[in-house]
């Protein structure tokens, strides 16, 4: 029975996506532009993206790695452009490799030394995206003109997304979504009982190597929209949000993408009803609106549900005493 | 003197170190096949690290572990695993059943799914355990001995040659414990090779027919008749030992 609520929760929400333009236009008297609607559907792309990545990567307890590698990409951008200019392939590929050195390095750090897995992750957040910066102040200082909006990746600039990035993003997320299809029940295993999965005949170290992949592509695909402060809350929140509502894990990362989607959809046509709201910042921001509904009101988990719970227990046990004392 | 050909696990010269101590030291020993054996010793003494050595979820510093003859990599099909039961998240989201079917993932290989045989297999092992009930139940809903349960079971169905446990009756209820004892005893009857990490020396004796006893270093390792002397368990535990009397032991701070 549950299971049927959270499918036709699913249901309800692409449905909602489907109509989000055409509602929109109708309630708010908004005329969306041909802009708004690619940044929308990139927003969308992203967002069922990063959701169903994001899951692992809240369930392996890593929310945070996920903030350090998206921080770790800036210094890789100043160098993509300072090698090849102002191509987005070059910034992403730089972006991609910076990530995943950061990734190695906390591993590195961990197996090496006796330093903390939060303070490992602290020296390759801060280090990294300070590196970043300073590249990026040199850059600007160089005589080009082309290095401009470069700084876009700090923040994430929505507008700058154009009709061949939604291309890129779609053929990107069809081959996570069959990576994630083909090697669903080791991608289980190890984010449920790595030991056991090694111990067990899977190679373990491979798995995760290519599970830490996907979360590091889907980081730099999200670099241009959200940017690599934010970037962090479009691969968790959905993810968060999702687990209040199910306790399979299929349908948590279906569930997942769908709040993505209809986050990143959202939030970019919520944006588009003034022009000084920023794109990015919104969709995080309608994102962890749906973290918060969430929290509150799912059924079992939620913080209402317990309450009314445990105040019918109470009453329950009150009239039992009653009854038993008379 | 068993044959060569009749030991399921021969460990030589195995040693691992954390930060240049070293949490076990030149480890031999040899597991004849079918033994129900208990690993024993006091808090530090390197039980887990030796079955994690072992199965190479840890570096080792040095040494070689063969299983019925073949290393590790040889040998993944013959080894059955039941990791601590606090070693993982139980508020993961999935059920009982699911978790049971993931210790025959290795068995499908890559890319091949769980099917109608897999859920059967799963199901006949939950039975065996006595959780058939709560087959579609979710696993953060479970006690910790149902929790127990269920890696015994996901254990059972690997259907190994060898198994290794890392202290499974740690803090179960009695239901579990009996439970335990019965399977422990039907892989004993069918031939397998069963290692435990053990905590409680009054049941050695009743429960395991081979015994090691390990601090750092390998005490004593044979039958338990033999090995299971007020003097063996002094020299492991440092004489905190106190008597012995008729199986009954008296350990502090086991």
């Known amino acids: 029975m549950a299971e049927r609520r959270?499918?036709?929760m699913i249901a309800a929400l692409l449905a909602l996506g489907v109509l989000l333009v055409p509602l929109s236009q109708a309630l708010f008297g908004l005329r969306l532009t041909y802009t708004v609607r690619v940044v929308a559907l990139g927003g969308s792309l992203l967002g069922a993206l990063s959701g169903a990545v994001g899951c692992f990567a809240v369930l392996r307890r890593e929310s945070l790695l996920g903030d350090a590698l998206s921080h770790a990409a800036l210094p890789g951008v100043a160098v993509g452009f300072l090698l090849a200019g102002r191509q987005l392939?070059?910034?992403?590929?730089?972006?991609?490799?910076?990530?995943?050195?950061?990734?190695?390095?906390?591993?590195?750090?961990?197996?090496?030394?006796?330093?903390?897995?939060?303070?490992?992750?602290?020296?390759?957040?801060?280090?990294?995206?300070?590196?970043?910066?300073?590249?990026?102040?040199?850059?600007?200082?160089?005589?080009?003109?082309?290095?401009?909006?470069?700084?876009?990746?700090?923040?994430?600039?929505a507008a700058a997304i154009i009709a061949s990035d939604i291309a890129l993003l779609g053929a990107v997320g069809l081959a996570v979504t069959l990576v994630l299809a083909l090697l669903w029940k080791e991608?289980?295993?190890?984010?449920?009982?790595?030991?056991?999965?090694?111990?067990?005949?899977?190679?373990?170290?491979?798995?995760?190597?290519?599970?830490?992949?996907?979360?590091?592509?889907?980081?730099?695909?999200?670099?241009?929209?959200?940017?690599?402060?934010?970037?962090?809350?479009?691969?968790?929140?959905?993810?968060?949000?999702?687990?209040?509502?199910?306790?399979?894990?299929?349908?948590?990362?279906?569930?997942?993408?769908?709040?993505?989607?209809?986050?990143?959809?959202?939030?970019?046509?919520?944006?588009?009803?003034?022009?000084?709201?920023?794109?990015?910042?919104?969709?995080?921001?309608?994102?962890?609106?749906?973290?918060?509904?969430?929290?509150?009101?799912?059924?079992?988990?939620?913080?209402?549900?317990?309450?009314?719970?445990?105040?019918?227990?109470?009453?329950?046990?009150?009239?039992?005493?009653?009854?038993?004392?008379? | 003197m068993p044959e060569p050909a009749e030991l399921a696990l021969v460990?030589?010269?195995?040693?691992?170190?954390?930060?240049?101590?070293?949490?076990?030291?030149?480890?031999?020993?040899?597991?004849?096949?079918?033994?129900?054996?208990?690993?024993?010793?006091?808090?530090?003494?390197?039980?887990?690290?030796?079955?994690?050595?072992a199965l190479n979820l840890i570096p080792r510093a040095a040494g070689s572990v063969l299983f019925h003859g073949k290393p590790y990599e040889a040998a993944r099909h013959l080894v059955g695993y039941v990791p601590q039961r606090g070693s993982v998240d139980w508020d993961f989201p999935t059920s009982v059943l699911d978790v049971v079917t993931m210790g025959l993932y290795g068995k499908l290989g890559w890319l091949r799914r769980p099917g109608r045989r897999e859920r059967a297999q799963a199901l006949a092992a939950l039975e065996q355990v006595g959780l058939l009930d709560y087959a579609g139940r979710q696993i953060s809903q479970l006690s910790g001995g149902q929790q127990q349960r269920t890696f015994l079971a996901?254990?059972?169905?690997?259907?190994?040659?060898?198994?290794?446990?890392?202290?499974?009756?740690?803090?179960?209820?009695?239901?579990?414990?009996?439970?335990?004892?019965?399977?422990?005893?039907?892989?004993?009857?069918?031939?397998?090779?069963?290692?435990?990490?053990?905590?409680?020396?009054?049941?050695?004796?009743?429960?395991?027919?081979?015994?090691?006893?390990?601090?750092?270093?390998?005490?004593?390792?044979?039958?338990?008749?033999?090995?299971?002397?007020?003097?063996?368990?002094?020299?492991?535990?440092?004489?905190?030992v106190t008597s012995l009397h008729g199986g009954q032991v008296l350990a502090a701070g086991g």
């Not at chain 1, 090496?112 to 490992?120: G, M, S, V």
Request: proline share 3%; with cysteine.
């Open chain 1, 187 to 326: 991608f289980k295993l190890i984010t449920f009982d790595a030991e056991f999965a090694s111990a067990g005949g899977l190679r373990g170290g491979l798995i995760d190597a290519l599970l830490s992949t996907l979360i590091v592509v889907t980081i730099v695909l999200g670099l241009q929209l959200a940017g690599v402060i934010l970037m962090v809350g479009m691969l968790i929140a959905p993810a968060i949000a999702a687990r209040q509502w199910t306790h399979s894990l299929e349908q948590m990362v279906v569930l997942a993408a769908a709040l993505g989607a209809f986050a990143g959809g959202s939030g970019a046509v919520i944006s588009a009803l003034d022009s000084d709201i920023p794109t990015g910042p919104m969709i995080i921001v309608v994102a962890f609106a749906l973290v918060a509904l969430s929290i509150t009101l799912a059924p079992g988990r939620g913080v209402l549900w317990r309450q009314l719970r445990q105040r019918e227990n109470r009453r329950h046990f009150r009239s039992r005493r009653l009854e038993t004392g008379a």
């Open chain 1, 89 to 157: 392939g070059a910034l992403l590929v730089g972006a991609g490799i910076a990530s995943w050195l950061g990734l190695r390095l906390v591993a590195a750090i961990l197996r090496t030394t006796r330093i903390k897995q939060d303070a490992a992750l602290g020296i390759v957040l801060a280090s990294f995206f300070a590196a970043g910066i300073a590249l990026l102040t040199y850059i600007q200082s160089l005589p080009e003109a082309s290095q401009a909006g470069l700084d876009s990746f700090i923040f994430g600039q």
């Open chain 2, 154 to 240: 996901r254990a059972l169905v690997q259907d190994a040659q060898i198994y290794f446990m890392d202290e499974p009756f740690a803090a179960v209820d009695a239901t579990t414990e009996a439970a335990i004892v019965n399977i422990l005893r039907e892989l004993n009857k069918r031939g397998r090779t069963v290692l435990v990490v053990h905590h409680d020396l009054q049941t050695v004796p009743e429960y395991f027919d081979w015994l090691t006893l390990l601090n750092v270093e390998v005490v004593a390792s044979g039958p338990t008749c033999q090995v299971f002397t007020l003097d063996n368990l002094q020299k492991t535990y440092g004489g905190r």
């Open chain 1, 6 to 8: 959270v499918w036709a």
């Open chain 2, 11 to 53: 460990i030589d010269d195995l040693t691992v170190a954390y930060d240049q101590k070293p949490a076990i030291w030149d480890i031999d020993l040899e597991v004849p096949q079918g033994a129900l054996m208990a690993i024993v010793g006091p808090n530090g003494a390197g039980k887990s690290t030796l079955i994690k050595a």
